[in-house]
Structures are given as structure tokens and as C-alpha cells.
């Protein structure tokens, strides 16, 4: 079980905010909305690492980025939960490789 | 107002229990399960009789309503244990609890054995627990053919390659490409002596690979839940 560090008090964490803050306010309007998934690949690094480190983090965040190509979608049923917003619905917790996948089934 | 409440009080077929019971009946017929709940209480409130049936249903109204706390505390007004356990089972079971589900099913007897050891089986097929569930309920002869992570990591050396083995082409193309041409960027700038961009563009490189072993873990990762997912349909189709 992840022990959750008060937000406010790691630097790092303040930093990495910081900088997908001003990504996203700054550089991404400027590309339009371009990725193939949701949550788009900043929001995604972002919220890895505020959730799971910067470790784990920035490894979840490289993967999605290696994963957001032109051939996202290919074998789409046997990797993502659906779809939302017309996108790709990947969350973080499910490429939490020490934690549990949940998908559309478990809904049915 | 005094007129409608002076009619309604001639009325009193509305008050009797059994037409009560009826509407009741009804409206659980049409699936207005909100309002049957209500029309249930209020027979249990007027009338004496099928009390058991009458719990039985309130329960049910909850389970359907989603509300279940409230089902199970109503459950335990159920006399008969068994049907009570098996009850108290099936709400577990609908709620997605699973190992509470199946503490309660275990004690169930006959007539509702056979309907029990299904929902245990289904529970343990939900959790992929192919071989438990295989003691109760029939599987597909096709079992989930497994990949192994610690292989997808051992591939992943060579980028893409981890993707390549769980079966993502183009998300292993797309990592050799991006890995290769980040590494061939800082062995540039090491080349030309220029620190500064030797330094990012090898962070970056560090990062990229490291993310490309990491995805080739979370790609088998994937591939084996897909691999329980469809054995999981299967079950579900059969039954």
C-alpha cells in the first residue's frame, strides 16, 4: 500500500506539477488537441507521478508516451477499458504494473 | 381537499391488504422497483400474512435498487437459514463481493445448492481463478494461454522488443524508432563534445528506455488480463 505524501511539502512533486502546469497553459493549446488518449499524455505524467512517485511516475509517463503513436489503437479490445470523450480511456491505475487492471467487465 | 380525502376514505378496496399486495406485485412485475418497495412496506404495515414472502421481496426491490446495506440488514428478517444464506449470498454476489458472497453461499443446502456452487464458481472465474471455479462450474476447453512478464522485460533489452512479444506491433516499431533515435541524438552531441545537450538528450534516452522495459512489462501485464478476460466471457457465455 502507497503512503501518500502531503502534496505541498515534496519539492519534486511541486516541480513536476509546476512543469505539466505550464506545459498545458502554455505549449499544449498551441498543438490543439492532438492525443490519442484520455487522459491526454500530460495529465497522465502528471497524475502518475503526484500518485505514485517520481520513479514509477516518470516510467508510466515514458511508456504512455511510447505507447501514444499512430497505431494506438491497434488491438484496442486486449490492451485498453473503452473508450471516453472519443479517445482511448487509459487511466493510471491500470498501468500500475504492482496493481490490479480493472476494466469494463467487472461493470457487467 | 376535504372532498378527495372524504372519497379516498370510501374507497377502502385501496386499504386492503391483499389488493395492496397486488399492486405490489405489479409494479415489482414492471420493474418500478422504487415504488414496489414502498407498496411493500406499507402491505407489511396493514396485513399479517406471507410475511416471509413479503422480506423476500423488499430485499429483492433493494438488490435491484442497488442499495445494498440496506438488503442484507433486511435479509436477516428471512426465517428459513438457508434461503437466508443463500440470500445474503446472492447480494454479496450482485454487490461484487465477492469472498463475502461465497463465505455465505458455502453454507447454503439443498434446493438452492446447485444455484450456490454457480455463483461460487462465477465468483472464482471473476477473480480468475480458473482452476477453483473449474470445481464448480464448467470451464471452456480453451484455457488463457499466459505470457510471462519477466520474458516481456528480458525483450524490452532490445527496444520495442517486450512490445513485439505481447503482440503490439506498432507500439514496438514506434519505440525502437523513438529509443534508437534519442540514443543516436546524445552519442551525436557526445560526439561533437557539446555537454549540455549530451546531458538532455541521455536523460531522455535514460528515460525513454526505461519507459520502453516498462511498457513491455505492462504489455504482457495487459495481454494475460485480456487472456483471463476472454476466458471470463466464455464462462459467462456458457452459463
Known sequence: MLIQQPYQTNPVRIVS??????YQTLIS????????FSPSCSHFAKESIEKYGILWGSLMASDRLLRCNPWASESFDTYYSGTRDHKIHD?????????????????? | MIIAILFLLTQSELFEPQNVLKFADHLFAQQDYMAA???????????????????????????????YNEAVIESANIRD??????????????????DSSRKYLQQVDVPYEKDARRMIGLGHAYEFEFDEASEYIALPKNKPSYKKPALGAIFSLFPGGGHLYAGRFGDGLYSFLIVSTAALLAYYYYDRDEDVKFGFALGAAILLYG?????GINAVRNYNYYENEKCLRQILQNQ
Open chain 1, 17 to 22: 506539477s509546476a512543469t505539466f502546469r505550464l
Open chain 1, 29 to 36: 493549446p498551441s498543438q490543439g488537441d492532438v492525443c490519442n
Open chain 1, 91 to 108: 487511466p493510471v491505475s491500470n498501468n500500475y504494473i504492482l496493481g490490479t487492471i480493472k476494466k469494463e467487465i467487472w461493470h457487467q
Open chain 2, 37 to 67: 418497495l414502498s407498496e411493500y412496506r406499507r402491505y407489511l404495515f396493514l396485513g399479517d400474512s406471507e410475511v416471509e414472502y413479503i422480506h423476500e421481496r423488499i430485499v429483492e426491490c433493494l438488490t435491484q435498487l442497488g442499495r
Open chain 2, 81 to 98: 437459514t438457508n434461503k437466508r444464506n443463500y440470500t445474503k449470498g446472492l447480494i454479496y454476489f450482485v454487490a461484487g463481493s465477492v
Open chain 2, 211 to 215: 519507459g520502453n522495459i516498462y511498457g
